[in-house]
């Protein structure tokens, strides 16, 4: 199957005016009866550079408001700021009457600029610790059929063997909050609205160290394009951090297999009944 040609089916957008799209969210992009978030902020990413004059969304800020259900969308983009080089506006999802999601972001033209490149961040030590091929494709439904979300089964994904959570008996001390694997949108390399995508294609990773802890909604998310990857698969890293009165951030960073380092993320989620479920007070 061709996962990039059907991503980008599902994130198209009908323009209805200037300013204004129109759309119907893909159900195979969803977790439960909720579009993924990265999978919204995929389509908000599209319809901002398809009304601001520079090319590449570099880094957007996604607030998720209300719930969106796969009923049509307006998507509504307000400019904010434009200059020479870069290019600024907020885009909201409607439904109902009600804004769902909003984001702001900043463009430029990332295949025109330059200038100097220093300090950057390389690949995980993980990354070099264990035989790629030891690698396990993320799918739980072994726990219960149905399980591992919708949006999961539209790419190729397999993580590190110590992420592994729904294969093990226990959780808790001597677990990582942290997932790494590799992932692979199959027909083509990876374009902007894909890096937005991915940049929240990982289940919260404290799963890792806590096991099941039912849903877990993300509040905002921001991400950050350093770059186009080079090749088709990349590699993603995201470690939960903080977690403070259920409220916990969770950081990704995702190189191509050249070592490039093409996209970050930073996420705020909730773990709901915390204290019920992590016997925390």
């Keep these: 199957m061709n996962h990039f040609l059907q991503f980008?089916?599902?994130i198209s957008i009908e323009q209805k005016s200037d300013n204004l799209f129109e759309f119907t969210p893909d159900k195979k992009?969803?977790?439960g009866a909720t579009p993924n978030g990265g999978y919204l902020a995929a389509i908000m990413h599209k319809a901002l550079v398809s009304v601001?004059?520079?090319?590449c969304s570099i880094n957007s800020n996604v607030w998720y408001l209300d719930r969106t259900d796969h009923q049509p969308v307006d998507i509504k983009v307000t400019p904010i700021r434009i200059s020479k080089g870069t290019s600024v506006g907020d885009v909201e999802l409607i439904q109902g009457g009600k804004i769902t999601c909003k984001m702001t972001g900043i463009c430029t033209d990332l295949d025109k600029i330059s200038g100097y490149s220093d300090l950057q961040t390389p690949l995980p030590r993980i990354f070099h610790e264990s035989n790629h091929d030891s690698y396990v494709p993320m799918n739980y439904d072994s726990l219960q059929k149905g399980f591992t979300p919708e949006f999961v089964k539209q790419l190729s994904l397999s993580v590190h063997p110590d992420h592994?959570?729904?294969s093990r008996d226990s959780h808790g001390e001597g677990y990582d909050?942290?997932?790494s694997g590799f992932v692979e949108l199959e027909g083509d390399l990876p374009d902007q609205f894909a890096l937005s995508y991915l940049a929240d294609i990982l289940p919260p990773v404290v799963t890792n160290k806590y096991g099941p802890l039912g849903w877990i909604p993300t509040l905002t998310l921001t991400t950050s394009i350093k770059q186009l990857p080079t090749t088709q698969k990349v590699f993603i890293d995201a470690i939960a951090t903080d977690?403070?009165?259920g409220y916990f951030e969770q950081n990704l960073s995702m190189w191509d297999?050249?070592?490039n380092l093409v996209a970050t993320s930073?996420?705020?989620?909730?773990?709901?009944k915390s204290n019920e479920r992590l016997g925390k007070n």
Excluded: D, G, T
């Design 177 to 179: 909050a942290r997932c």
């Design 266 to 272: 930073k996420q705020i989620a909730k773990v709901l």
């Design 29 to 31: 992009y969803s977790v």
């Design 164 to 166: 592994v959570w729904w």
């Design 8 to 10: 980008q089916k599902a």
């Design 257 to 259: 297999l050249n070592e």
């Design 243 to 245: 977690l403070n009165k």
């Design 52 to 55: 601001l004059p520079h090319s």
